[in-house]
């Protein structure tokens, strides 16, 4: 969602904020906006739209001088995307400027309480009240007034603040919403996300919840609640700023789905020592283990897609019942969760403020939370009793891909090991699967040669109106991720559907030339699947079929066309299947002219309820 960017140093600052805000660009945005500090005022500029036009504007920042500046990428949740409601918000008075991520809950109190006292505002945004707030406490001292002005806000909030007649100096704080700060050669920098400041430093600072951090030209200081000095851990980002660049590939969707082999590799090949699942990075007893009385799997989007995959096989590996909720819905339907519940939350950002609060709840139920999180030291890795992390690296399109194929990977060795502990495998089983998940980098290499043929299949179809997919079991747990995956980034309609599901209402919309995907891996109900395909093509329905090798000769039968993936043991089907599924949307995506990495709106992380 939103960004910030803020530097102080001895460069100009306006170019280094537009090439923060342009790595931040991924995130999904509707505005930006910078405010440079010349020495005698700020200079406060916004625009509308991409990030071309606020760049244009100011010449690519040469048009604005200054060393001390904030800037701004803008999701809009307060107000339409327009010039007034773009960030930086900026008081009356003209002394403070304000850069916000997250939602002030009390706006509208704290914006009575201003208009009351004579405060005229400007915008419609809840960040407007941050600005005037900190400017009606202002008495000289910037972090004195943030401070005073943080005690009387609720929400969530990640800050870059300014003012008029300071003109070496950002204060940053957080609650709920991602900030780093960072140091380097040639000046200091605050940020939503390390991406916009890798190209000058790889050590960084995680900012906690209720931290200030107080930039000037001599460095960062950084204080507690109570606005005691306090010293924080330096982290390194051992990942290259060419992970978060699209080395030579169009788009980085694609890219990403071409890393998939490698980064599946990295989280399963170092998890695997001497024919075990070692997972030392968490720390479940076995009599836990043994004591569980259910598994919640928590999660949105395609990382609670992962979540319906994981049931079946989790279920089906350890004799556990596993729940699958997405977190929107958790917090409100009275979860039954106690000291004998596994709540395991899976996110990519680790910022998604859903599985935040369900995280949340769970443990004030009782439950011990299990994340599954790619985002190191975001918020719900911190905020878990165990994390494992996915090894994809920096993702930057907005539709997920190689995040959703590691956390499938993990969700494997996670059922793989709990079930060797609860002993509802036996060796040779354990065995047997260790070797297959071991194939999987390999044969997803092996499709993605293929990808010529799923490209002229996406030149067949992209002029579609409506798509539908669908599947049993594991297969219907894809079904839902490649719907989702289609009609993020094409815009053209599309619904998932259990296979059996379809004839009780949906295949109304069955007509001549309707585009029926059917993903039939799963070789147990491939008959079943084979009866629903039928149903269908009865109906005139176009089908595009997804198989296995062993699958082809029944499902070829019954097909217009064709997608075969190699056979796999079925627990990992959705590793293989999924990737024709990620090229499909894509192509039918870039035969259609989207804009692909960055979806109409959508945001990368949504870090608002
Ligand atoms: O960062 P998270 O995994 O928590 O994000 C969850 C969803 O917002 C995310 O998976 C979303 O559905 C993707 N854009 C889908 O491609």
């Known amino acids: 969602m939103c960004g910030i960017v803020g530097y102080i140093g001895s460069e100009q600052a306006a170019p280094i904020l537009l090439e923060g805000l342009k790595m931040l660009e991924y995130r999904g ?34 048009a604005v001088c ?24 900026v008081s009356n008075s003209g002394n403070i400027a304000v850069v916000h991520n997250g939602i002030i809950e009390n706006y509208l109190q704290l914006k009575d309480f201003l208009s009351s006292r004579g405060v005229k505002f400007h915008s419609e945004t809840d960040t407007e009240v941050v ?12 972090l004195k007034a943030v401070h005073k002005a943080i005690d009387r806000i609720e929400g969530s909030y990640a800050l870059g603040i300014m003012a008029a007649d300071q003109p070496d100096k950002i204060v940053g704080v957080r609650k709920d919403s991602p900030l780093i700060v960072a140091c380097s050669e040639n000046g200091n920098f605050l940020a939503s996300d390390v991406t916009a400041v890798l190209k000058h430093t790889r ?25 005691r000095p306090i010293d924080k851990k330096i982290s390194h980002v051992d990942w290259d700023i060419s992970s978060a660049e699209k080395g030579g590939y169009e788009h980085f969707m694609f890219k990403e789905i071409m890393e998939q082999p490698e980064v599946i590799r990295k989280t399963i090949a170092p998890r695997i020592r001497n024919k075990k699942i070692v997972l030392d990075e968490i720390n479940l007893s076995s009599d836990f283990i043994k004591s569980l009385s259910k598994i919640y799997i928590v999660a949105c989007g395609s990382s609670y897609h992962v979540g319906m995959v994981a049931k079946y096989n989790i279920e089906k590996l350890t004799r556990k019942p596993v729940e699958v909720a997405l977190a929107s819905e958790f917090r409100y339907c009275s979860p039954i969760v106690d000291n004998k519940t596994l709540v395991v939350c899976i996110s990519q950002s680790g910022t998604t403020a859903d599985t935040i609060a369900a995280l949340r709840e769970a443990k004030r139920l009782g439950g011990r939370v299990l994340s599954i999180v790619n985002v190191v030291g975001s ?34 060795l996670l059922g793989i090991y709990l079930a060797d502990c609860l002993g509802t495998i036996d060796k040779d089983e354990y065995e047997r699967f ?28 992209f002029n579609n109106q409506d798509i539908f997919f669908i599947g049993r079991n594991i297969d219907y747990a894809l079904s839902l991720e490649g719907s989702l995956k289609l009609k993020e980034i094409s815009y053209i309609h599309s619904e998932a559907y259990a296979a059996g599901e379809l004839k009780h209402g949906t295949i109304s919309l069955v007509e001549d030339g309707t585009l029926v995907i059917a993903v039939a891996t799963y070789q147990k109900l491939l008959e079943k699947t084979i009866s629903n395909i039928v149903e269908v093509k009865a109906r005139d329905a176009q089908v595009l079929s997804l198989t296995t090798e062993s699958g082809k000769p029944l499902v070829g039968q019954v097909s217009d066309n064709m997608i075969v993936i190699p056979d796999i043991d079925e627990l990992f089907l959705p590793s293989l299947a999924v990737v024709p599924l990620q090229l499909f949307a894509y192509y039918v995506a870039l035969m259609r002219g989207c804009d692909i990495d960055k979806p109409r709106n959508l945001a990368k992380s949504v870090t608002v309820e």
């Open 29 to 62: 945005y509707d505005s930006a906006g910078v405010s440079v500090h010349d020495g005698c005022r700020l200079n406060v500029i916004k625009a509308k739209g991409r990030l071309q036009a606020l760049s244009d504007m100011i010449d690519g920042g040469k």
């Open 66 to 89: 200054g060393a001390c500046g904030i800037g701004h990428t803008r999701w809009a949740t307060h107000g339409k995307p327009s010039d007034e409601n773009s960030h930086p918000q």
């Open 131 to 142: 600005a005037q707030l900190v400017d009606y406490y202002y008495e000289g001292d910037l």
């Open 203 to 227: 050590d960084v600072i995680y900012l906690d919840d209720g931290n200030y951090a107080v930039l000037s030209l001599k460095g960062v200081e950084i204080y507690d609640s109570f606005l």
């Open 379 to 412: 918020t719900i890795a911190k905020e878990s009793d165990d994390v494992i992390y996915t090894w994809a690296g920096p993702e930057i399109a907005v539709a997920t891909t190689k995040a959703y194929s590691t956390q499938l990977a993990v969700t494997y």
């Open 434 to 461: 260790l070797n297959e998940i071991m194939t999987i980098p390999d044969k997803v290499e092996s499709i993605l040669k293929g990808k010529g043929h799923i490209q002229y299949l996406a030149s067949l179809y």
